[in-house]
């Protein structure tokens, strides 16, 4: 019987070990291998998250600019109108003002142009004009005939009646029957003309604040 050689064992243990370290090499060329596709794919994934987190950010940064914007435009907008309507009630006030004041302008001409045209367009022929006892003085003689002199159609006498019921500039035109009555006095006109004349000023000064801009 032949005994097994001791370089037999040898060449065993050695052909062991070298396929143990083949095996251990490929393991560690999978596990490489692997970790570079984990690595590949974290970071692919990670560019990813990254556009994607910058697209929201970049589309909740418009959103919030575009909110603010929104907000600067209403609030301009507010305090212009706010600024306008401060303008326009001085201005009517200032006007109101000095028509009670009754400067800058001859106020019993004023007056007598109001009633012819008022009775131009009243239908009938007598009248009468009621005022306060102030305001008759003020006006003086001769009123009655001044004003029928400017009216487009004969009328009766107009009848100047002084009214202890009224306060000074109040001044009211009305028929015999009473059925059609003016309110001549200033306020009342500047009453009936402000909605026409505050569009005219607004539109004026919205358009050089435009045309300043």
Known sequence: MTQPSPNSAGLIQQEIFDDARQRQQEI??????EADAITAKAEKEAEQFRREALSIARDEAQRRSEAILATVSIETGRMRSARLEELLRAIYDRAREQLRNRSGFDYRKTMIRLCVQAL??????SFRLRLS????????????EEIQHGVERPIYPLQIVP????????FLIEDASGHQVWDLSLDARLERCWPE??????SSTAFSEFSST
């Open 163 to 170: 009214d202890l019921g009224l306060r000074e500039g109040d």
């Open 133 to 144: 006892a102030g305001e008759r003085r003020t006006l003086g003689d001769g009123l009655s």
């Open 120 to 125: 131009n367009q009243m239908a009938g022929t």
């Open 28 to 33: 560690l060329q999978r596990a490489r291998q």
């Open 197 to 202: 004349l505050r569009r005219q000023i607004a």
